[in-house]
């Protein structure tokens, strides 16, 4: 079983920049691969980027070179660096995990565990 606590978001300025954190319990030895997706107001939930089990991490082009995944190994938690934010960006963003696979997909409908979700908003 995994648990995801999501952490951040808020409000920033277009071109300011926000942290999120995943924080990740697991409850067996195996390894977990983290997407963060994220749905704005009356669209379809979309890929954001992913950490797969081997560390190898992607990224959607439209955060491509602004945003940064990382994984704390001491805190348990995967970080997505949001930099250089714009309007577009505003969003419910959501971390979301699946266990027994070697890679994470785009797809929201293959995470079996999903945090509560957090608010990013930029004007």
């Known amino acids: 079983d995994v648990q995801l606590v999501e952490s951040g978001g808020g409000s920033a300025r277009a071109g300011g920049t926000l942290t999120l954190s995943c924080a990740v319990s697991?409850?067996?030895?195996?390894?977990?691969?983290l997407g963060w997706l994220r749905q704005a107001s009356g669209k379809e939930r979309e890929w954001v980027g992913s950490?797969?089990?081997?560390?190898?991490?992607n990224y959607a082009d439209s955060v491509k070179g602004r945003f940064t995944i990382s994984k704390d190994n001491r805190k348990n938690t995967v970080n997505l660096q949001m930099n250089s934010l714009k309007p577009e960006d505003t969003a419910m963003y959501y971390c979301?995990?699946?266990?027994?696979?070697?890679?994470?997909?785009?797809?929201?409908?293959?995470?079996?565990?999903w945090g509560q979700g957090t608010q990013v908003t930029v004007s």
């Open positions: 979301a995990a699946r266990t027994g696979f070697a890679y994470a997909t785009i797809a929201a409908g293959s995470y079996a565990y």
């Open positions: 950490l797969d089990s081997d560390g190898r991490i």
């Open positions: 697991v409850s067996s030895a195996n390894d977990y691969c």
